[in-house]
């Protein structure tokens, strides 16, 4: 996006003296608002949906209230609802807010999750070279040719039983054993499954793009001097690759983590859609713009169930996006 | 340049071996079986079963002879529709995808590089910013944002096109720009990045030089040149878009083949499976054939390759 050149006088330096990685983003408005507006919106997420007490306790007489109706609260006491009310009569915000929550640590899980794979797969394919690198890239070729929904449809399918038959064994043994705290450790993760499901298999089919980047990246580090420096000095393949490779790479990896975020989240809404995604009662923004799809209808549309998420998670991963293509401009990954 | 396209020709095909080959195996080997919806079999019962869909034996006899029945050209039957051949399913559903993807197709790949090579000639000022900004919003909203709000503003208040169904030529406009727009986006957002590069290229330079009005600058010399990456990613985006999309048929109620992917995962149906992703994959390999020609036709350096 911002590939014009940033005024290197700016910074009351020469031409001669180019700048950092770091100076660059910083010099990139766009970046920077970008970021400003990741912040807020994480902000939101996380910190306000507890402090909404009145929003939580909505009573479900008000269903569907366009946006700034005054609702009153189950436990007495009123408040505005200045995003209006849904099917069930809880405030739209408040949901938003909360369901962004989901959706962000799933994208940031998964998003780390397939960095970990990519990553792995990348350095060991173009440091090792030779066979090792020609068979994990005829794999990432084809696993590129699957379908990558049909991918991630046959694992949910397949993990989803295995897991809850796990976690009831867990509980079951732990219960068996009097283990107090570690039955009830297994049954707060019950209600959690799906997302965790959602975690491991999201990473797990997004990686591919990564691996490319890292193995590429890692051709051109590995001719250079310090790593023959490092081989001449007798240092170990593992050591070369986590104390010499690794160091230079996290400008990719961070490159890749802000780019891969917005398409995990799209991917989770994606399977929300299907409903294979959050379930009920937890919701993230693709279960609610799943319901604000079926909202709008010839009858009567209610806008605003579509409208509220999907601005939230439209400016959300706008950022996101403009913050990523800044880091590769600024950093020069390709 | 034969002998570059005869590779590429037995590389895809090996692709499409591996691909179809592995979904079979990922599909036996999910927990459940396909048979575990009907309750209460007996062992005796399930083996019966195995036997009657050809899925009795070792694993590789049963992808063997899968593989001799569809490359007879028989993919069996559906294991949940009864009595529906899985090519009479996809028979019946692929040519609407393929009409509204091809429309869409022709959307996306038109519009993606109208906008990305206008983008480029102003670069940095106002059509770019907006452009580009466009370009990232509709790659970041999911198509069951877009679809819905396109049909409350197109279908509901100014009463232009229908809301749903599959009857007359206006009910491919609203599925075809929903299943259009992310798509056209990342190929304007590829073709602005090869634009500009290629701009700032000595051949264009020199083209100025000798005084050619910019029009024919970007016309006649860049955009020939910088069409190509787009050009290779035109086979992945026809093929995604002809096998249709289960959002955009569920929202606007079209009856085309991209349900099928889904639903066969869901219901366990295992034969209408391996039917759609080998319609998939066979276009996929079938279109990037295709594309590797057309890159041999308009970028005359591949014939490096006959050396």
Redesign the interface.
Known sequence: MSSSVPPVAALGRGASDPLSGWERLKLDRLAMVSLGVLLLSALACFLAPPLMESARNATSAFTYSPPGTAVSALGGGSYRAWLGTDASGRDVLYRVLSGGRVSLVVGLCAAAVSLGIGTLVGMTAGFYGGKVDSFLMRLVDVLYANPRVLFVLILISALTGPLSLAINEARAAAEARGWDAARQWVDGAIPYQRTLILIFCLGVIEWLTMARIVRGQVLVLKEQQFIAAARVLGQSRRKIMVRHLLPNLWTVILTYLTLTVPVVVLDESFLSFLGLGIEEPASSWGTLLKEGAGAVNPLISRWWLLVTPGVAMGVTLLALNFLGDALRDAFDVR | MARFLVSRFLSLLA??G??LT??FV??R????GPFSFERDLSEAQVRAKEVQYKLDGPLYLQVGRWWQDALRGDFRESMKSRNFAVAEILGQSLPVSFALGGVAFVLAASGGIAAGALAAAR??RWPDRLA??GA??A????T??T???L??GLA?HLGWFP?GGWTSWKHVVLPAICLAIPYGAYVARLMRNSM?EVLGADFIRTARAKGLPERQVIFKHALKVAVLPVVSYLGPLAAGLLTGS??VES?FGIPGAGQH??NS??N?DGFL?MGA?AV??VL??ALNFLVDVVYCLLDRRIKMYDV
């Open positions: 692709v499409l591996v691909v592995l979904t990922l599909f080997l999910s927990p459940g670069q940095n580009m900004t990232l919003l790659i970041s909203l999911p069951f944002v679809g819905p709000l049909v409350l509901l809301v500009v289960v959002v929202i992917f889904v995962i869901l366990k499976l992703v998939y994959c996929l390999v």
